[in-house]
C-alpha cells in the first residue's frame, strides 16, 4: 500500500529536549516536505527536499532542522524544542511539484512541548 | 512573501446547494494549482489539480485565471459528505531547480441537513 508514514504520532515534551520526528515514504517519489498546522494560520512549509541531499528552507524553518540522506526518509529535527512548536505537523511526498504532483500526506504528529 | 488568499468562511449551506470557493496569489510566476480537502484533525488530501482551461470532476470545477492570478472552485449538489475544509495551493519556482508549495488557510464548509 503507497503511503507515508511519521512517528511518533504523539508526542509530549519538555523544553530543550531535542527530539526527531521520522517520515518514510514508500513511493520513491522525489519530493518531500514536512509542514506545521496551526490554528489561523494554517499549513505552512517548514523544509522542504528535491532529492537526496537537497534541502531548503519554507516559511518557517527557525528552530527546525533535516535531513535527505535516503529517498524514502526526510526526518524532521527540533535541537531544542521551545513552547511555540507545539503544533501538529505533517510530512508529505510528491513527484515534483512542477510536474504537477500530487502530495501525499503522513498521518500527522501531534506535539506538545512544555 | 509569497500569499494564498481564500475566503474565510466558513460557509453554511443546505443540501443540494451550490458554493463557490475563491483564491488569489500573489506569486505571478506560480506554475501549478490544487484543491486540497481536509477533514478534522485528519491530514489533508488532494481534490482535484486546477488547469489552465479549467477542469471538471463530477460536481466539482475549478478554474484558474492566471491573468488575475485567481482559481475557484464550484462545488454543485453539496452533499452532507463535502463538510470539511478546502485548502488552495500554489507550486512555484524556488530557485535552484526548486519549488515551493504555498497553502491558503483555507475555507471551512458546513454542509446542512
Known amino acids: 500500500e503507497a503511503q507515508v508514514t511519521q512517528n511518533p504520532r504523539y508526542l509530549i515534551t519538555v523544553t530543550g529536549k531535542k527530539l526527531t520526528v521520522t517520515c518514510s515514504q514508500n513511493?520513491?517519489?522525489?519530493?518531500m516536505s514536512w509542514y506545521r498546522q496551526d490554528p489561523g494560520l494554517g499549513l505552512r512549509q517548514i523544509y522542504y527536499?528535491?532529492?537526496?541531499?537537497?534541502?531548503d528552507k519554507g516559511d518557517v524553518p527557525e528552530g527546525y532542522k533535516v535531513s535527505r540522506k535516503e529517498k524514502r526518509n526526510f526526518p524532521l529535527i527540533l535541537e531544542s524544542p521551545s513552547p511555540n512548536q507545539t503544533s501538529l505537523y505533517f510530512c508529505a511526498s510528491s513527484l515534483p511539484p512542477h510536474q504537477g504532483g500530487e502530495q501525499f500526506f503522513g498521518p500527522g504528529t501531534r506535539l506538545t512541548v512544555l | 512573501r509569497k500569499e494564498v488568499e481564500q475566503d474565510p468562511g466558513p460557509f453554511n449551506v443546505p443540501e443540494g446547494a451550490t458554493v463557490a470557493f475563491n483564491c488569489t496569489y500573489s506569486n505571478s510566476a506560480s506554475q501549478s494549482f490544487f484543491w486540497y480537502r481536509q477533514d478534522c484533525r485528519k491530514e489533508p488530501k488532494l481534490l482535484m489539480s486546477?488547469?489552465?482551461s479549467g477542469n471538471e470532476d463530477g460536481r466539482f470545477t475549478a478554474q484558474l485565471n492566471r491573468a488575475s492570478q485567481y482559481i475557484s472552485l464550484l462545488i454543485r449538489d453539496s452533499k452532507l459528505s463535502d463538510s470539511a475544509t478546502y485548502l488552495c495551493v500554489v507550486s512555484a519556482y524556488s530557485g535552484a531547480g526548486s519549488y515551493q508549495l504555498t497553502f491558503g488557510k483555507g475555507t471551512k464548509l458546513s454542509v446542512i441537513p
Open positions: 486546477v488547469y489552465s
Open positions: 527536499s528535491m532529492n537526496v541531499e537537497v534541502t
Open positions: 513511493m520513491n517519489h522525489e519530493y
